[in-house]
Each structure stands twice: as C-alpha cells, then as structure tokens.
C-alpha cells in the first residue's frame, strides 16, 4: 500500500515535470528577417535596429504570444532566407507584389507607399521618371524602384547592394538621380542637405509582413493581430511617432 502510494507520487512528479518541459518549448521563437537601412520603416540608431516595423511587429509578438528576434540581412536575401526558414517571417517595408505573391503570403497591409527620385541640388532636368529616359539612375537591387527603373527604356541603371550606397552614387555624381520609396527617400534628402526629393506619380505600393505559403495559422494569427491594433489605438500612436 505505502509503496503504492509512492509510486503514484513519483508518477504525477513525473508528470508534471514533462509538461513543464513541453510547456516551455511551446512558447516558440520566431525569427524576424529586415533590412535595417530603410528609416523611418527598420534603421540602426547606436547599434540597435529601431523603427516603424521593428515597434509593429512587436506589438504583433506580445499579442500572439511569441518571442522574436531580429535578423538584419541584405534586401535581396529576405525571401530566399525566408523560404529556406532561416527565418519565419520578413517585415521590411516590403511591397506586397503579384510577383512575390506567387512564392510567399502577405498579411493585410499596414501602410500605403509610393516610388519618389532623389537628386543633387544643382539638378534641375529632373522632374518625374519621363525625365529619367538617358540617364544613369541608381536604384537598389531587388527593391520595387529597381523593377519600375528596369522598365523604362534607355535608362542606364546602376545597381547597388545597399540603399546608403545608392546614396553615395549620387553624391559622388555616378548616377544623376536615384529612385526609392518616398519615406526613406525623404528621410536620406532631409539628412543630407546636398539633395533633394522630387515627388512622383507612380503607383501606389502597400508594404505587408511576407510569411511562407503554408504557415497558414501565423498569417491568420498576424492578421487578427493587426486588427487589434489598428482597433486599439497602438497603430496610429505608432503612425505619429514615426511620421510627423
Ligand atoms: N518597398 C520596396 C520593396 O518592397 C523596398 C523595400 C526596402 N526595404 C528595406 N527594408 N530595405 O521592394
């Protein structure tokens, strides 16, 4: 009888113990794929990667209960990392395209965006992307400005890997103009007096968080929480934090 007793003791032990175990590896990790030379979307300050997307996807974690951590990588390298799951889900600004669309999923978009062409201060032939047509234009590999650029003829674009190297291009006067999303264009002509923005006409781009096609219970799972936060108030206090 009394060892009988002991046995059931050591059994719920046991028990208890394994589901604690398992309890613990449920509360998972996600690994989050940008590209943090995008301001006001996912940029560095002292070291850290901080930003727009970098605060959404956050709030997104707390609410499905996930832990996350942030991995930095070349633009261009998100969707293959993606779907050789180095990482789980990628929010970089990223442009939700019919192209992309066959290869991964995109939550509900979170913000609407637009192609814009910086330039030096002294030029003054540039004024929309018609005006593009014989000149070197810098653009960054893979990003939706490359695919626009691609498709005007006679245009001479110059890749770069990287969008402060885009940047440099210019300055340097390599390219005459370089075309990027209006946001990061704006904040790289505010931060260097030398250039300016000029605005364009080109069609409207909506930025979504990609996930692989078969993680159907995270696109779900993203997406409700998006809701909440657009309901309660965390999206717009975001909005106005990092677009004034
Ligand atoms: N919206 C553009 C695209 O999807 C550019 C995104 C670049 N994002 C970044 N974090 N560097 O291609």
Redesign the pocket.
């Known amino acids: 009888m009394f060892k009988n007793n002991i046995l059931k003791v050591i059994v719920s032990f046991a028990i208890v113990i394994v589901a604690v175990m398992s309890c613990k590896e449920e509360s998972k990790k996600l690994y989050v794929g940008?590209?943090?030379?995008?301001e006001p979307?996912?940029y560095r300050e002292s070291g850290n990667i901080v930003g727009f997307d970098i605060e959404l996807v956050g709030e997104i974690a707390k609410l499905i209960n996930v832990e996350i951590e942030i991995e930095d990588m070349a633009?261009d390298g998100l969707l293959p990392a993606l779907q050789t799951k180095k990482i789980d889900l990628i929010i970089?600004?990223?442009?939700a395209?019919e192209e992309r669309k066959k290869n991964v999923n995109f939550s509900e978009s979170y913000y609407k965006?637009q192609q814009a062409i910086v330039v030096n201060n002294d030029e003054n032939g540039i004024n929309a992307f018609d005006n593009l047509v014989g000149k070197d234009v810098g653009v960054?590999l893979?990003?939706?400005?490359d695919l626009i650029v691609s498709e005007i003829s006679n245009v001479r674009v110059q890749r770069y890997n990287a969008?402060s190297e885009a940047i440099m291009g210019l300055k340097a006067k390599k390219v005459q103009a370089v075309v990027l999303?209006y946001e990061p264009a704006k904040n790289y002509s505010a931060q260097n007096p030398e250039l300016k923005l000029i605005e364009t006409d080109s069609e409207s781009?909506e930025?979504a968080i990609a996930i692989r096609k078969e993680d159907t219970q995270l696109l779900d799972d993203i997406n409700k929480a998006l809701a909440t936060l657009k309901e309660n108030g965390t999206y717009d206090a975001l909005l106005n934090k990092y677009f004034k």
């Open positions: 940008t590209n943090a030379e995008f979307f996912e633009f970089a600004g990223m442009t395209t965006s960054v893979g990003y939706t400005g969008t999303d781009e930025y």
